[in-house]
């Protein structure tokens, strides 16, 4: 029986990139992710910071207000809205 541990995505690909991708060698970076919404985990040490609560750190459900150049018409959406699928 090998040890088992669950935890966010975000948690999960961050120490995945620390290990096998760009941040192979790292030992501290952000790692931000766009799927399902837009979120980032803080990586110290090699380690994905869990935080006080142990929560996954969403970063973009404000919402994100702007004017139409052609019409000028305000659009307002959610960047979570548009970032998943």
Not at 12 to 17: D, G, P, T
Not at 26 to 41: H, N, Q, R, Y
Not at 66 to 77: D, E, Q, T
């Amino acid at each position: 029986v090998l040890p088992t541990v669950v935890s966010a995505d975000v948690r999960a690909a961050a120490l995945a990139e620390g290990r096998f991708g760009a941040g192979r060698g790292l030992g501290d970076f952000l790692f931000v992710t766009i799927g399902t919404g837009v979120s980032a985990v803080l990586v110290q040490h090699a380690v994905p910071y869990a935080g006080s609560r142990g929560a996954a750190l969403v970063i973009a459900n404000g919402p994100n207000r702007h004017h139409c150049p052609i019409c000028g018409h305000l659009a307002a959406a959610q960047v979570e809205d548009i970032a998943s699928g």
